[in-house]
C-alpha cells in the first residue's frame, strides 16, 4: 500500500491543511515533510478552527500518528506552544506525534537574522520572519543543530558556541543588533528535551517499517509550487521544495512509496509577500476576493494579494509534481461575480509566448478568458450534480486546460463542505 502526498499548487494557502484533514480519514500516519512555522494551516471541524503551524493537519484525528520529518525546521518554542495549545483546547496528542531526529532546529539566532536580512534588502522579500531561510542556510552550511543533538550535551554545546561564534559576529558587526548567549540558547534546547526529548527518533525508518506493515501514510506539504526554491518565482520563494521531490527527501521515503500526488489548488489565486502575481487583482475584483474568501495571513494576518486562477501556472505546477488529481477549494469564494476570469496563457509585448519561465514572469500579461458566474450559495452542495450549471462549466473548463482531473471539491472551510468530484 502506497503514501498520498498532498502538495499546494499555487503559492501556499490554497487550503492544503483542510484537505489533509479530509484525507486523513483513510490513512494512519501523517507526515509534514518541509518548511516549519512560516506555515499557517487552518482546519475547521465541528464549527471549531484550530490553526497549525508546526504539527501535521492530521492531530484532530484522535488515532492518527502526526510525524514531523527529517526536512521541517522546527522552532522548539513555537512547537512546545502548539502542543499547550492542543492540550488546552482539549486534543490528547500524547504518544502521537514523533520528530525526526534529523530536521533542523530554529534557534531565536535565525529569526534576529531573517529580521535583520528583511530590514536592509533594498528590494524585500516579504518573509514571515520565522527563521525559516536563515535555518536552512545553516543546514547547508554545515552549522545547523539537530534535535537528535540534544541527547548529546558536550557535542550540542560545541556546536551552538561554534555556531554563536559567527552568528554573533554577524549580528554585531554586520547588523548592530544584539548578541545572544550561550546560556540562553542552551536553555532552550534543554526545555525541547525536557518537553519534547521523547517524542524524537528515526522517523526514515519509522516510516519504513509502517509502509512494510500495510499502513497507509499522508504526506503533507507546506507553502506551494511557485514558492519552491528551485521551481518557484526566485528570489520571492521560500529556502525549502514544497514540491514532489521535497515530499521525498524531507521524509526518506522513496519513488516506489508514493501512487497518489494531490494538488490542492484554490479556485482564484492568492499571494503573501512580494514577488510576481501575473493574474493579480489590484482592483475592486481582487478586494472582493480577499473579503469574500477572509484572505488575511494565517501565520502573519497579512492582508493576501488575490486575483484570478492561472491554469499556465497550474500547467507548470502539474508538470513539476506530477499531479493524479485536483481538489479545487473555496469555490464557493467566487459565488456572486458576473464573470469569472481564467488565464489561459501569457503573452509578452503581444506575442503569445508558448513556454512557460520564471524569469520574466513580472513582465508577462495574462490572457483571459471570461466565464459566466453564478449567484447561488454553493456550500451546501454535496455532489456535483448539486452545483449550478456554470459552476460545473467552471470545473469543467479548468480540468480541460490543465490536463489533470479534479477529484474533490471544496466549498465551504468546514470539513463537511467537501465532496468527491466524478
Ligand atoms: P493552507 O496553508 O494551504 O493550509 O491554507 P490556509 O489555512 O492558510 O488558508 C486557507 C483558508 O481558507 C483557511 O482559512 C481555511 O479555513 C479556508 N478554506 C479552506 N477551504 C475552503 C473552502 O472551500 N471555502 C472557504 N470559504 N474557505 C476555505
Ligand atoms: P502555507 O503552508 C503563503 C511566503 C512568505 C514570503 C516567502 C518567504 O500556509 O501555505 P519565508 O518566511 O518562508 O522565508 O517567506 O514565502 N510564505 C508563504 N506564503 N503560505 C505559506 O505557507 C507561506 N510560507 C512562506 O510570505 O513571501
Ligand atoms: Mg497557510
Request: hydrophobic share 35%; glycine share 12%; proline share 3%.
Amino acid at each position: 500500500m502506497g503514501c498520498t502526498v498532498i502538495i499546494g499548487s499555487q503559492w501556499g494557502d490554497e487550503g492544503k491543511a483542510k484537505m489533509v484533514d479530509y484525507f486523513t480519514r483513510d490513512t494512519d500516519i501523517v507526515v509534514r515533510y518541509q518548511g516549519g512555522a512560516n506555515a499557517g494551516h487552518t482546519v475547521v471541524a465541528g464549527g471549531k478552527k484550530y490553526i497549525f503551524h508546526l504539527i501535521p493537519s492530521g492531530i484532530l484525528h484522535k488515532d492518527k500518528i502526526c510525524v514531523i520529518g527529517n526536512g521541517v525546521v522546527l522552532d522548539p518554542l513555537q512547537f512546545i506552544e502548539e502542543m499547550e495549545l492542543l492540550d488546552k483546547q482539549g486534543i490528547d496528542s500524547e504518544n502521537r506525534i514523533i520528530i525526526s531526529d534529523c530536521l533542523h532546529l530554529i534557534l531565536p539566532y535565525h529569526l534576529a537574522v531573517d529580521s535583520a536580512l528583511e530590514e536592509i534588502r533594498t528590494k524585500k522579500i516579504g518573509t514571515t520572519v520565522r527563521g525559516i531561510g536563515p535555518s536552512y542556510s545553516d543546514k547547508c552550511l554545515r552549522i545547523g543543530i539537530r534535535a537528535g543533538d540534544i541527547f548529546e550535551e558536550d557535542v550540542i554545546k560545541a556546536r551552538v558556541a561554534g555556531a554563536l561564534a559567527m552568528k554573533n559576529r554577524l549580528l554585531k558587526d554586520v547588523f548592530g543588533k544584539p548578541e545572544f548567549t550561550i546560556d540562553e540558547i542552551m536553555a532552550i534546547i534543554h526545555k525541547f528535551k525536557e518537553k519534547a526529548g521523547k517524542l524524537i527518533r528515526n522517523t526514515q525508518n519509522y516510516l519504513h517499517q509502517a509502509i512494510s506493515e500495510g499502513k497507509r501514510i499522508l504526506l503533507e506539504g507546506a507553502q506551494g509550487y511557485a514558492l519552491d526554491i528551485d521551481h518557484g518565482t526566485y528570489p520571492y520563494v521560500t529556502s525549502s521544495n514544497p514540491t514532489i521531490g521535497g515530499a521525498l527527501l524531507g521524509t526518506g521515503l522513496n519513488v516506489s512509496n508514493i501512487d497518489e500526488v494531490i494538488g490542492i489548488s484554490k479556485a482564484y489565486l492568492t499571494r503573501v509577500g512580494e514577488g510576481p502575481f501575473p493574474t493579480e487583482d489590484g482592483g475592486s475584483d481582487g478586494d472582493r476576493l480577499r473579503v469574500n474568501g477572509g484572505e488575511f495571513g494565517s501565520t502573519t494576518g497579512r492582508p493576501r494579494r488575490c486575483g484570478w486562477f492561472d491554469t499556465e501556472l497550474i500547467r507548470q505546477s502539474c508538470k513539476i509534481n506530477g499531479f493524479t488529481g485536483i481538489a479545487l477549494t473555496k469555490l464557493d469564494v467566487l459565488g456572486g461575480f458576473k464573470k469569472i476570469k481564467v488565464a489561459v496563457g501569457y503573452e509578452l509585448k503581444g506575442k503569445r509566448l508558448d513556454m512557460f519561465q520564471t524569469y520574466n514572469l513580472h513582465r508577462v500579461e495574462p490572457v483571459y478568458e471570461e466565464l459566466d458566474g453564478w449567484d447561488e450559495n454553493i456550500s451546501k452542495c454535496k455532489s456535483a450534480d448539486d452545483l449550478p450549471s456554470n459552476a460545473k462549466d467552471y470545473l469543467r473548463f479548468i480540468e480541460q486546460c490543465i490536463g489533470v482531473k479534479i477529484k474533490v471539491v471544496s466549498v465551504g472551510p468546514d470539513r463537511e463542505n467537501t465532496f468527491i468530484y466524478e
